[in-house]
């Protein structure tokens, strides 16, 4: 440790020299620290700039993919009074509705008034249950699958077991008044296949004591569906609120319901017989098919549908005969006690390529001679002690591991590509081949199955499977019986699909003919005959501007962003300032100065420059796969870049052409910008291999401002990312370590500089003692 002795000998400020002296040892110092400050804030503006086109992007995708006000549409109705409309934007064409025979309503059930009051307790009821489980009908027509089930107590009153079911998901309202429970489902329809809309699957005998003399649970089946005509042909929803074709209509009265009833009627009878007809025998259809894959999977020999329904399915031979072979092939044969040592394992792959040498070095010697061995340097002491305790079984941990990455390279292999005996041969042919070799010879076979198969494959795969024949046989073998399983299974399950979806149709169709019967039943015939309702809808071209020139604007201002960064004066006297000079300045004037450092830090940036030309050329070519060609790209829209060379490359609109687009076909407008499509090189009328681009404008914008991003990414990284990972980081990584050597660099100079003033005070006052000794005087 250097003694720091003041200027007690000398007179003089050594601090204030030290000081003095450091303050010019310090400039490399004060210029590192700029440097890397200068780093941090050049990387700070580039993700800044990654902020904005994530913004933009942002809103490409929101308000010009996602439609928004682009493809916005009124709809009308002629007669608003029986049906009222809104468009979708996916409304089009003509919608008509050529009456309504029936209104959609919601189920209900109301008990018979019982002697209990709402603060009755259950207990009283002399329940056993503990829990209730109800059922109703979903939005889709259709009973819910699990009944949702709510636990019940005897201390509980009649009015909490109604809020518990209000509160529940059963979708089902509850109320009790007057002694009576009410049940009404919440979604109105009839349930498509007849089972009710209001189904106790557990706790019935509650309800029963509220009122209800249920045996099956059915609490209410008297829903309706709405029952209409639309375009010519006769429907049925569970609401009288829906959407066809993007037209969300909802029904408001009944009309032309005799005319349409008995079409009703008519269709439902057709349907079901169609689906009889479809669903078929033992001899016919749906039916017939689903026994035969059933005795094909199985090997069985059913003749009937009930036989199959009733019956206990063997086990496929199908499915034996594939297990069998693959777990003949792979299946472990190690014991139990060698099986929990084999799991230790860690380095099973050094385990798997142990040769007998091997085998006959780690029985011949000790665990602390093996781990000074060069070939068993990979494996850990505790795997060496593992396998030197259990020397006996290394034959089978070794093909243990085989057998593994046989079974991995089996499974990840295309099982068609195992049984193609052309495939097989040129494996074969492949033996001791490098991959180059090999990729060189599979794009040298003529073009066919083998070679999709193969290229399809990696190579370094293909490499693994040409090394051993007896392999690739054993493969194909086990391959053989799984395509054959599989294709036998899938077409019983196909069938088994296709009959139960039979069967559902079947019931559908009774149901909806019995909606229908009781429909016409209950309608009277004749009477005023109404003008159908006819729906049309218009394109909104007033909110589809709106959003254009919303696009416009946004891309301009960030347009204008970046040409700002590009033009920003650079002020080189204004380097950033250290600490030291910060303390002379006040705040206002170190806003000021850091304010003039920052400027120009990307002026004329090839980054954003680059990025920019782009963004610019993504407007100049046509989008393909549009209906007109005289409008398929901005310019026809009335949409151009400025030719003011100041403005570089803002959007400017003529109105008026925009307007006329607009009114021609908003569709396609809508297109120019959102269309998904592709870009693919095709042959022109010419003969001349050109490039096609038939993505939208936003798609394109963002596939630019996507390059534009990475490559910023790439240069001053994203927040999260390490500075290894980007060219400033590592720039800022350097600067941390030059700073840290001069820092370094200066405690030493510091120290000598406080050595040799200490010397020279030790000098100075050993000089001092001296002359007192020949001028004892001078001391006085």
């Known amino acids: 440790m250097v003694m720091r002795i003041g200027g007690l000998a000398s007179g003089m400020d050594i601090d204030d020299l030290v000081n003095k002296l450091m303050q010019a040892e310090r400039a490399p110092l004060n210029k590192a620290f700029q440097k890397k400050q200068v780093y941090e804030w050049q990387r700070d503006a580039y993700r800044n700039v990654n902020t904005k086109l994530k913004a933009f992007d942002t809103f490409l995708f929101d308000k010009m993919i996602l439609s928004g006000k682009m493809n916005q549409k009124t709809a009308t109705s002629s007669n608003e009074n029986l049906v009222s409309v809104k468009a979708n934007p996916g409304a089009s064409g003509n919608i008509v509705i050529g009456g309504v025979s029936q209104l959609a309503s919601a189920a209900q059930a109301v008990g018979t008034q019982t002697q209990y009051t709402g603060s009755t307790k259950l207990s009283e009821l002399g329940l056993t249950s503990s829990e209730i489980s109800l059922k109703s009908i979903g939005s889709d027509g259709r009973l819910a699958a699990d009944g949702t089930k709510i636990a019940i107590g005897d201390n509980m009153t009649v009015d909490d077991l109604v809020k518990k079911i209000n509160d529940s998901n059963a979708g089902v309202t509850a109320l009790f008044e007057g002694g009576k429970l009410s049940l009404t489902a919440k979604n109105s329809g009839s349930e498509k296949s007849g089972q009710g809309e209001i189904v106790v699957d557990g706790g019935l005998e509650v309800f029963n004591k509220l009122g209800f003399a249920s045996a099956d649970g059915k609490l209410a089946t008297n829903g309706k569906n709405a029952m209409f005509e639309v375009n010519g042909i006769q429907t049925e929803r569970s609401s009288n609120t829906f959407t066809i074709s993007g037209y969300e209509m909802t029904l408001k009265q009944t009309f032309n319901g005799g005319d349409v009833a008995l079409k009703q009627k008519d269709a439902a009878t057709l349907e079901l017989q169609n689906a009889q007809i479809a669903l078929g025998d033992e001899t016919s259809g749906l039916t017939k098919s689903y026994i035969d894959a059933v005795n094909a999977y199985f090997g069985t020999s059913y003749s009937t549908i009930n036989d199959v329904k009733n019956a206990t399915l063997p086990e496929s031979p199908y499915k034996q005969a594939f297990e069998t072979a693959y777990n003949n092939k792979f299946s472990s044969t190690l014991t139990e006690h060698e099986n929990s040592v084999y799991k230790d394992l860690a380095n099973k792959t050094r385990i798997g390529n142990l040769s007998d040498d091997d085998i006959v070095k780690i029985r011949n010697n000790d665990v602390t001679t093996l781990k000074g061995m060069d070939e068993f340097k990979n494996l850990s002491e505790a795997d060496l002690t593992r396998l030197k305790d259990n020397e006996a079984s290394l034959e089978n941990f070794r093909d243990q591991v085989l057998k593994e990455s046989d079974e991995r390279l ?50 370094e795969q293909l490499q693994f499977l040409s090394q051993d024949s007896g392999r690739l046989d054993d493969f194909k073998n086990i391959a053989e019986k799984q395509i054959e399983h599989t294709e036998k299974q899938t077409a019983y399950t196909n069938a088994k699909k296709g009959f139960e979806a039979g069967e559902q149709r079947v019931q559908d169709a009774q149901q909806s003919l019995t909606n229908a019967e009781n429909v016409y039943n209950n309608t009277p015939t004749g009477g005023a005959t109404v003008a159908p309702v006819t729906m049309q809808a218009t394109a909104d071209t007033k909110a589809a501007k709106e959003q254009i020139v919303e696009f416009v604007t946004k891309y301009n201002e960030m347009i204008d962003e970046f040409n700002t960064l590009l033009k920003e004066n650079k002020y080189r006297d204004y380097a950033p300032l250290t600490d030291d000079q910060r303390k002379d300045m006040s705040e206002s004037e170190q806003k000021l100065w850091d304010e003039k450092a920052k400027s120009g830090l990307l002026r004329n940036d090839s980054l954003i420059r680059d990025g920019m030309a782009q963004m610019r050329a993504t407007f100049m070519s046509n989008v393909a ?24 490359g803002k959007l400017v609109i003529d109105e008026k052409k925009l307007d006329a687009a607009l009114s021609k076909d908003p569709d396609q407008v809508h297109k120019i910008f959102n269309q998904t499509g592709e870009v693919k090189e095709i042959t022109d009328a010419n003969g001349r291999r050109v490039i096609e681009d038939s993505r939208g404008i936003a798609y394109r ?59 020279m005070e030790a000098a100075i006052n050993k000089a001092n003692q001296q002359s007192m000794m020949f001028f004892p005087g001078m001391s006085q």
């Open 625 to 648: 796969g549009l209906g007109d060609t005289l409008m398929d790209s901005l310019a026809e829209i009335g949409i151009t870049t400025s030719k003011d060379m100041k403005e570089s």
């Open 410 to 459: 089996y499974n990840s292999t295309n099982k068609k590509l195992l049984v193609n005996d052309e495939a097989r041969a040129f494996l074969n042919s492949m033996q001791g081949k490098t991959t180059e070799e090999i990729t060189d010879a599979i794009d040298g076979l003529a073009d066919g199955e083998v070679k999709t198969l193969l290229k399809a494959t990696n190579v």
């Open 701 to 759: 914008l963002r596939s630019a401002m996507d390059n534009m991003t990475k490559g910023i990414e790439r240069k001053a990284g994203r927040e999260g990312m390490t500075d290894q990972t980007h060219n400033i980081g590592r720039s800022i990584v350097d600067s941390n370590k030059r700073i840290e050597t001069l820092q370094a660099k200066l405690k030493m100079i510091e120290a000598r500089y406080w050595k040799q003033f200490g010397a």
